[in-house]
């Protein structure tokens, strides 16, 4: 399975835009870039994905590079509740690929400051 | 109103004592999916069912079994919890297993005395 790396943490103030990184060197070319957050004391969220074009929905916005090694997760506006741990997952939707079981790795703690 | 619901939020059982965990589900997707989530870390997939299809991960422990009777419903046992079982037990559905985004709840704390 291709890997992603984040960053451990990051911080931001609040009401200011954040963006979080996320480097995928060996992503492959049917793998989805899918977002998820987990806040404090509650399951994993879906948050956004995609493929190659750039995303928006309600609660972000996603940049995906066009070489598609990297992506970046855009809260436009901060605020306290957006403070958890924020997880770049890849998907392979290949016709082959059958079950793609969602792999988590560490994430990254975004913390907000009032 | 919550999807995906977990019952208990808290529960606590006695080291080597069987003990269920239930899911159940208003969203009529196929797929349900067990997950175990220890302190500061990363959330692990233990199994899943699609539709009544059980699908166990490699690495998980004979310990750990599961139940889904209907499409709404599925539970986690947990034959004889030892100390190290104790973790945040997360469910989650799917239409599909490969594209559609995961639904969670928000999860059973389970700990053993």
């Known amino acids: 399975d291709a890997k992603t790396t984040q960053p451990n943490s990051m911080e931001s103030n609040e009401e200011e835009p954040v963006h979080l990184p996320c480097n995928h060197s060996t992503i492959s070319g049917t793998d989805y870039i899918h977002w998820y957050r987990q806040l404090p004391s509650q399951g994993p969220e879906y948050v956004i994905h995609?493929?190659?074009s750039n995303v928006n929905n309600r609660m972000a916005s996603l940049a995906i590079a066009e070489d598609r090694k990297s992506s970046t997760l855009i809260l436009h506006r901060a605020t306290l509740r957006d403070a958890a741990v924020y997880y770049c997952i890849l998907r392979d939707v290949s016709p082959n690929s059958g079950n793609t079981p969602l792999v988590f790795g560490k994430g990254t703690r975004l913390s907000v400051i009032a | 109103d919550a999807m995906v619901i977990q019952n208990p939020r808290y529960q606590v059982t006695q080291f080597g004592k069987p003990v269920t965990l239930s899911c159940s589900q208003t969203l009529n997707h196929n797929v349900m999916y067990w997950y175990q989530q220890k302190s500061s870390q990363a959330p692990k997939l233990l199994f899943h069912y699609y539709d009544k299809d059980f699908n166990n991960e490699a690495d998980t422990p004979d310990n750990f079994q599961s139940r889904r009777p209907n499409t709404s419903f599925c539970f986690l046992d947990i034959r004889s919890p030892g100390l190290g079982d104790a973790a945040m037990y997360l469910c989650?559905?799917?239409?599909?297993?490969?594209?559609?985004?995961?639904?969670f709840g928000d999860g059973t704390r389970l700990s053993i005395l």
């Open positions: 989650a559905t799917s239409r599909d297993r490969w594209r559609q985004p995961q639904h």
């Open positions: 995609g493929l190659t």
